[in-house]
C-alpha cells in the first residue's frame, strides 16, 4: 500500500519525470490526474459540495458535480428507511467534509472500471475522511478490489471504534447488534465481587445474577436468530463480532452461574444465622416481656391491696367520724338539755326570787300600812276619842 501523503506523490512523480523524460505531472485544485502502473494511485483535487450520508459525498471536480463513495469503507444508508446510525453517520461525515471544503481524493485503479472513478480515499485539511468516520464507529472497512489500499488503516480505525465503544459498537444505542450482548456482560462486571453481608443484600445479589443469566441466555438465542440486512454495516460487524460476542456472553453466563452458587451458599448461611439470631432475639425478647409481665403483675398486686387498705382505713375513719359525730351530736344535745334545765331552773329561781320579793314587798306594804293604821288609831286615841268596843 502507498502512503497518501503529498510527500510520496511528489517523489513519485519526479521519478515519473525522470523516467519518462522530463514529463511534468502537475496536481492542482482544477483535478489533474496522474498514471502510473507501479503502485498505482490516482489522485485528484475537489471541492465539497454537500454530504448525502456516512460513505458518500458530492464533490465538484473539473467543473462538474460527481458522487463519490469512500474507499474501503461501508457506513449505514441513510435516507426514507435509514439503517441504525445512518443519521448519525451522515451528520459525522459532515462534520469531516464541510460545504465547500478543499479535499484530495485518491483512486484505486484496480476497481472495476464502472467504479474505480466513484470510490476514493478522500483528505481534508490533514484528516483521512474514510479513517475518521470508522474511528468514531459510524463506518466500517470494506473490501471493494483485490487490492484495497485503505482497507488496513480503515479496519484499524474501526477496531479503535471497538475497543472504545463507539458508533456501532456502542451497546447503549439500542438499534446496535452490541445493544444484544453488552449490557448483560456490562451488568456482569458490575456485580460485587465481595460477599454479601445480608440475607436482604444476598437476595438481591441472586436476583441480579438470575436476571444476567436470563439475559444472557435471550442475547445468545437473539444473535443466532439475529437478521440482518446483507451488504450492511451492520451484517459487517455482526459477521465479524458475533464469535466474539457468543464467547463474551457464555462466559458471562458461566460466571453468572458460578458466582451464584457461591452467592446461594453464602444466602444460606446468611439465613441460618440470621435464624438463630431472630431466635436469640426472641428469646430476649421473651424474657423480657415476662419480666415486664410479672413486674407489672406485682405492681398490680400491690396497687390493688393498698387499694384495700386506703378502703379499709376510710372506712374506718368514715366510722369513727360517724361516731365521733354521734357522740358530738348527744353531747350537743345533753348540753342543750342541761342548759335548758339550767335556764329553767334559773328562771323557776328568778320567778320564786320575784315572787318572794312581792310577797316582801306585799308584806312589807302590809306593815307600812297596819304601822300607818296603828300610828293613825294612836294619834286618835291621843286625842280623846273614845275607844270603840
Known amino acids: 500500500m502507498v502512503d497518501p501523503s503529498p510527500l510520496n506523490n511528489r517523489t513519485l512523480k519526479k521519478a515519473a519525470a525522470m523516467l519518462l523524460g522530463a514529463v511534468v505531472v502537475t496536481t492542482s485544485l482544477t483535478g489533474c490526474r496522474m498514471n502510473f502502473k507501479d503502485n498505482y494511485v490516482p489522485e485528484v483535487a475537489g471541492t465539497v459540495v454537500r454530504v448525502v450520508d456516512g460513505d458518500t459525498f458530492i464533490a465538484e471536480i473539473d467543473g462538474k458535480e460527481k458522487s463519490v463513495d469512500l474507499l474501503n469503507t461501508l457506513a449505514p444508508v ?10 448519525e453517520a451522515t451528520k459525522a461525515l459532515a462534520s469531516v467534509l464541510t460545504e465547500g471544503a478543499k479535499v484530495r481524493l485518491e483512486y484505486d485503479d484496480q476497481m472495476p472500471p464502472k467504479r474505480k472513478n466513484n470510490k476514493a480515499a478522500v483528505f481534508s485539511a490533514g484528516i483521512f475522511a474514510n479513517e475518521e468516520i470508522a474511528k468514531e464507529g459510524f463506518a ?21 471504534a471497538k475497543a472504545d465503544g463507539k458508533g456501532l459498537f456502542d451497546g447503549s444505542r439500542d438499534c446496535t447488534v452490541a445493544a ?21 443484600s444476598a437476595a438481591s445479589m441472586v436476583d441480579d445474577l438470575t436476571s444476567i443469566v436470563d439475559d444472557g441466555n435471550a442475547a445468545k438465542k437473539t444473535l443466532t436468530d439475529l437478521q440482518v440486512k446483507e451488504g450492511s454495516a451492520q451484517a459487517v460487524v455482526y459477521a465479524s463480532e458475533r464469535a466474539t460476542w457468543e464467547k463474551q456472553i457464555n462466559r458471562t453466563i458461566d460466571e453468572a452461574q458460578k458466582r451464584m452458587k457461591v452467592v446461594k451458599g453464602e444466602q444460606k448461611k446468611l439465613v441460618a444465622e440470621k435464624k438463630a439470631e431472630d431466635k436469640r432475639k426472641a ?10 409481665a410479672a413486674e407489672q403483675a406485682a405492681a398490680q398486686a400491690r396497687a390493688e391491696a393498698a387499694a384495700k387498705e386506703q378502703a379499709a382505713r376510710d372506712r374506718a375513719n368514715a366510722a369513727k367520724d360517724k361516731a365521733d359525730a354521734a357522740k358530738d351530736k348527744a353531747a350537743d344535745s345533753k348540753k342543750a338539755e342541761e342548759s335548758k334545765k339550767a335556764e329553767e331552773s334559773k328562771k323557776a329561781e328568778e320567778s320564786k326570787k320575784a315572787e318572794e320579793s312581792k310577797k316582801a314587798e306585799e308584806s312589807k306594804k302590809a306593815d307600812k300600812s297596819k304601822k300607818a293604821d296603828e300610828s293613825k288609831k294612836a294619834k286618835d286615841s291621843d286625842k280623846g276619842e273614845p275607844k270603840k268596843p
Open 180 to 200: 444484544t450482548v453488552e449490557p448483560a456482560i456490562k451488568r456482569m462486571k458490575d456485580v460485587s465481587k465481595a460477599p454479601p453481608t445480608t440475607v436482604e
Open 140 to 160: 466500517v472497512a470494506e473490501k471493494d478490489s483485490p487490492n484495497n489500499p485503505y482497507y488496513d488503516r480503515v479496519l484499524t480505525a474501526q477496531n479503535k
Open 283 to 292: 428469646e430476649i425478647a421473651k424474657a423480657a416481656a415476662e419480666r415486664e
Open 78 to 87: 441513510d435516507g426514507d428507511n435509514p439503517e441504525c446510525l445512518a443519521p
